[in-house]
Each structure stands twice: as structure tokens, then as C-alpha cells.
């Protein structure tokens, strides 16, 4: 996985306050109504809602929120209505990042983002800069522990997955997003515990980073993940693990 991948899952360990657990919780409601309204409750009908559904419970969100969020999404009861868009820019060593955003005042987000970016040595680039450098992908991490590498091969690759990546103490299965759901319902039928699962967004190009410039971008990173409205931010560099480690202290 790219550094910004790593990073994220070192946070993800690391998000245990509920301080932490409130910001990942609105993000999922978030997403939830958004798709509710794009493609309506049903959750057998409507990927995206599933999936975003299915992520909120790993979570352990509480299920009276979700129904809320989904139900807001229909508009079965009021509530804010959600605008989606997204920023490229480049931040320290020509690295690319895309942030997905979910809002109710465009004006307002946007001026914030572009002061995150300039506060942290990044810039704001033209729509198009950087979208075309990031396909969408899922992913579904697993401990080594779990599964050997040829077994888990045959299970994923047989439910429409199009490759594993063994990296640390972690394999990475990477998935179409439309084959996303059914390969993960194949690794949970075999009882193989899934460590993360998510639809992302996978950079083609990874840029190499040293500590000083990859301190940088995951400051900026962390600080653009903090906004209310941002969703989800993707960026392309790439960094050593024992970089990550020394920053993530």
C-alpha cells in the first residue's frame, strides 16, 4: 500500500477516544444519507448505502444512528442536505492529494481547505490536476496470522478479486469496488478475521518520501482529515515503515 494507506491504519488503531470515535461517526452519517438520498434505504438495492452501512458497523455505531442517517437520506425525517465535491492540490515533493468532501456551505468549505493547504506547504491545483492519478479500489486487510498467502490466493481470487499483497504483517486483497462486497462476504463465510475493509482510492504513481518531507505531508493530511467536511483524503506518497512508525509515536 502507499504510505497514506499505512498512515491510515496506524490511526485507525490509534482512534480509541471518543473524541476520535465522534469525528469517524459523523463521517459515517455523512455518507449514509448521501447515499440513502442518491439511491434510496434499501440496503440490498443500493451498494453504496450497504457498503457504507456495513463500515459504520465496524465501527460500532450505535444501529439508532444509522437508521437516522439513512432515514434523513430519504427524507423520511429533516434534516441537513448534504453537497458532494472534491479538491486536488499537491502538497511538499510534487505529492498529489485528492480530498472528498461532504457539506451543507460550499463557500465555507472551500476557503478552509485552501487554507489548510497553504498553512502546511501545499497548494490548491485546477480540477483534473490530480483525480486521473487515483482509481478507485476496495481493499481488505488481514493479519498474516490469519491465513496463508496461497489459501487466502484461492478464496479471494475465486470471489472476483484481482490481487493480494503481502506487505509486514498484513495482506492487502485488492478488489474491483463492484466486487468488493462479495469478495469480503467470501473471506467472513471462511471465518477469516478481517482486520480492515473499505472502498478507496488507490493512487497509480507513488511518489518516495524522506522523513522530513513525509513529516510534512502527514501533517497536512492529518490536518485536512480533522475538517468536519472532509470525507476521505488520498494522496500518493510512499514511505518506509519505519518512518511510519517513528512519526506515528
Do not use: C
Not at 459523523?26 to 449514509?32: Q, R
Not at 478507496?200 to 510534512?216: F, G, H, N, Y
Request: proline share 3%; aromatic share 6%; hydrophobic share 40%.
Amino acid at each position: 500500500m502507499s504510505g497514506h494507506s499505512k498512515w491510515a491504519t496506524i490511526k485507525r488503531k490509534k482512534a480509541a477516544t471518543d473524541q476520535a470515535r465522534g469525528k469517524v461517526f459523523s463521517k459515517f452519517i455523512k455518507e449514509i444519507t448521501i447515499a440513502a438520498r442518491q439511491g434510496g434505504g434499501d440496503l440490498e438495492a443500493n451498494p453504496r448505502l450497504r457498503t457504507a452501512v456495513n463500515a459504520a458497523k465496524s465501527v460500532n455505531m450505535p444501529a439508532n444512528n444509522i437508521e437516522r442517517a439513512i432515514k434523513r437520506g430519504t427524507g423520511e425525517v429533516e434534516g441537513v442536505h448534504y453537497e458532494e465535491t472534491q479538491y486536488e492540490g499537491y502538497a511538499t515533493g510534487g505529492v498529489a492529494v485528492l480530498v472528498e468532501i461532504a457539506t451543507d456551505n460550499r463557500n465555507r468549505t472551500a476557503g478552509d481547505i485552501r487554507h489548510i493547504f497553504t498553512k502546511f506547504g501545499g497548494n490548491l491545483a485546477e480540477a483534473g490536476s490530480v483525480a486521473y492519478l487515483f482509481k478507485p479500489q476496495g481493499v481488505i486487510t488481514i493479519e498474516k496470522t490469519a491465513i496463508g498467502e496461497d489459501a487466502l490466493f484461492e478464496i479471494v481470487l475465486e470471489a472476483g478479486a484481482e490481487d493480494v499483497n503481502a506487505e509486514g504483517d498484513t495482506y492487502d486483497v485488492f478488489t474491483p469496488p463492484a466486487q468488493f462486497e462479495a469478495v469480503k462476504q467470501a473471506i467472513e463465510a471462511k471465518q477469516i478475521p478481517v482486520q480492515n475493509a473499505e472502498v478507496t482510492k488507490v493512487a497509480s504513481i507513488q511518489v518516495p518520501l524522506d522523513d522530513k518531507a513525509a513529516e510534512s505531508i502527514l501533517r497536512l493530511v492529518d490536518a485536512l482529515e480533522d475538517h468536519e467536511d472532509v470525507q476521505k483524503v488520498y494522496a500518493n506518497f510512499n514511505v518506509s515503515d519505519e518512518v511510519l512508525a517513528k512519526l506515528a509515536r
